[in-house]
T-cell receptor, first 113, second 113 residues
Framework: EAGVAQSPRYKIIEKRQSVAFWCNPISGHATLYWYQQILGQGPKLLIQFQNNGVVDDSQLPKDRFSAERLKGVDSTLKIQPAKLEDSAVYLC???????????FGPGTRLTVL | GESVGLHLPTLSVQEGDNSIINCAYSNSASDYFIWYKQESGKGPQFIIDIRSNMDKRQGQRVTVLLNKTVKHLSLQIAATQPGDSAVYFCAENSGGSNYKLTFGKGTLLTVNP
């Protein structure tokens, strides 16, 4: 079974630039999550989708972050404009509805200079 | 949320010893808990889970103990191997049926051959 795919794996940008990350969940997984993991900390949930609808985006900084999941499959997370404190690993994860095991992708490491 | 620095709690053990990693969780209403293993450059990987109506669950070489009275979770790894070296996170489901995971502080486990 293929895992959660993410791209790019690494990205370096300057502050105030824009960046986008892409995620392809495991086939058939209706639930998709984006997490932010700052160095030395546990992942923090940014947004949760059920199919193409948002379930929880309470911790998403909506003034600069946006996410979409068109057609309930792939998802993109965008940051515009980026700040220095956005430097982190952005993890995408997916799961089947009502099933508890969540599978994580390898993450995208973002460095904002 | 709480803030942790760059310095994770660490545990160093000899190969073949048993390891115990501890975690304090925050929400007394959480009904489900998971331990994840995260190796460098990878996303978190599911190890074992436990529901709040249990106090112990065993897997292959791993055991999770839950003490709801003091909101404490532990992961025991038997006969620790060099391949067990990683950061270990506990996570609690704080979203009810939406399965929203809140991660705790990680612990860096180093296994010396």
């Amino acid at each position: 079974e293929a895992g959660v795919a993410q791209s790019p794996r690494y990205k370096i940008i300057e502050k105030r630039q824009s960046v986008a990350f892409w995620c392809n969940p495991i086939s058939g997984h209706a639930t998709l999550y984006w997490y932010q993991q700052i160095l030395g900390q546990g992942p923090k949930l940014l947004i949760q989708f059920q199919n193409n609808g948002v379930v929880d985006d309470s911790q998403l900084p909506k003034d600069r972050f946006s996410a979409e999941r068109l057609k309930g499959v792939d998802s993109t997370l965008k940051i515009q404009p980026a700040k220095l404190e956005d430097s982190a690993v952005y993890l995408c994860a997916s799961s089947l509805p009502m099933l508890r095991e969540t599978f994580f992708g390898p993450g995208t490491r973002l460095t904002v200079l | 949320g709480e803030s942790v620095g760059l310095h994770l709690p660490t545990l160093s053990v000899q190969e073949g010893d048993n390891s115990i990693i501890n975690c304090a969780y925050s929400n007394s209403a959480s009904d489900y808990f998971i331990w994840y293993k995260q190796e460098s450059g990878k996303g978190p990987q599911f190890i074992i889970d436990i529901r709040s109506n249990m106090d112990k669950r065993q897997g292959q070489r791993v055991t999770v103990l839950l003490n709801k009275t003091v909101k404490h979770l532990s992961l025991q790894i038997a006969a620790t191997q060099p391949g067990d070296s990683a950061v270990y996170f506990c996570a609690e489901n704080s979203g009810g049926s939406n399965y929203k995971l809140t991660f705790g502080k990680g612990t860096l486990l180093t296994v010396n051959p």
